[in-house]
């Protein structure tokens, strides 16, 4: 089985106006409210492509329980761990017709015995085979609890899925994590390597398997996508779409990628099309349910060894 974690879940309201203006009303339209989270994203949009999945994750308040019910909606089981008198973030992604504003919260507090709780049910768990670890730690946990949770699964034998924009991920490579999704603004701050050329690309996929990690997947948006198993690096071009919210297109690229490769590791190719073509979708759908384009845009994906 298949288990995402999200440690800090939202709701996302992704709305649209035609320009801000100060002191004045700001009219909005085309609002959409959705039940997010990396590791939520990534179960949604691989139950889209057929895969069960079961998400984890600490939830509050009205908003918590509205993403558990959502989740439910999708047919997709679930085991929230409620944490008391707090309420899961709501994140606002407004676009003003010549660019997107990002104001993300950073999320409810969790105490120790709810992050132990959690440990607890991952201890409990028989059939982790996959864990996707996506997203930022909320307020409480300190980025030491990533090392608690891969050491459960080197005990599990769980293949581990990484997808965080934490300076811990580097430590974390000592792990030997199955796969990372970095992109190329997380390779900037978190290593220091500034990617500019293909060239710089082949060193850091290389730096990052000889320092752990065994299979990475490195987005660059509208620049493509690259995947390294240590014997062969491959490119991916970019569909171009008019961008509405770029939120949840990593973690839906993610998510079509691994609806193919977990299931086929050999299929890389047409599984690095899905990821390109689905994190497309969502960026220019504005919604991560809507992916009525993806079949559409996968024809339009090239492939490539490089190298």
């Known amino acids: 089985m298949i288990y995402t974690l999200t440690t800090n879940p939202a709701i996302d309201m992704n709305i649209s106006t035609m320009g801000i203006k100060r002191k004045e009303v700001n009219r909005t339209f085309d609002t959409v409210y959705s039940a997010n989270g990396k590791g939520l994203n990534v ?165 990052l398997y000889k320092s752990g990690a065994q299979n990475i997947f490195l987005t660059m948006g509208e620049k493509g996508s690259y995947f390294y198993n240590g014997e062969n690096i491959y490119f991916a071009t970019a569909q171009k779409v008019k961008l509405m919210s770029s939120a949840c297109a990593g973690d839906s690229a993610l998510a079509g990628f691994l609806s193919i490769w977990l299931e086929n590791p050999d299929n890389i190719e047409n599984a690095l099309k899905r990821a390109s073509a689905t994190g497309a979708n969502v960026a220019e759908s504005n919604a991560i349910g809507n992916l009525k384009k993806v079949e559409e845009y996968t024809k339009n994906i090239k492939v490539r060894r490089v190298g």
Not at 62 to 67: E, K, V
Not at 125 to 135: M, P
Request: charged fraction near 30%; proline fraction near 4%.
């Open 43 to 207: 179960s949604f949009v691989l139950k889209y492509f057929g895969l069960d999945s079961t998400v984890m994750g600490f939830f509050g308040g009205f908003s918590g329980d509205y993403i558990i019910k959502e989740t439910k909606k999708k047919g997709i089981n679930i085991i929230p761990t409620m944490i008391e008198d707090e309420i899961t973030r709501i994140n606002i992604f407004l676009n003003d017709g010549e660019g997107e504003f990002k104001f993300v919260n950073s999320g409810s507090f969790v105490d120790s015995d709810k992050q132990e709780e959690m440990l607890n049910v991952l201890r409990n768990l028989n059939d982790l085979e996959y864990l996707t670890i996506n997203g930022s730690l909320p307020p409480g946990i300190d980025p030491d609890y990533y090392d608690k949770i891969l050491n459960i699964c080197k005990e599990k034998e769980t293949k581990v899925i990484i997808d965080i924009s934490s300076p811990k991920l580097k430590e974390l490579l000592k792990y030997k994590p199955f796969l990372i999704k970095p992109n190329d603004e997380e390779i900037k701050d978190i290593f220091g390597i500034e990617i500019t050329n293909k060239e710089d690309v082949i060193k850091v996929l290389e730096f």
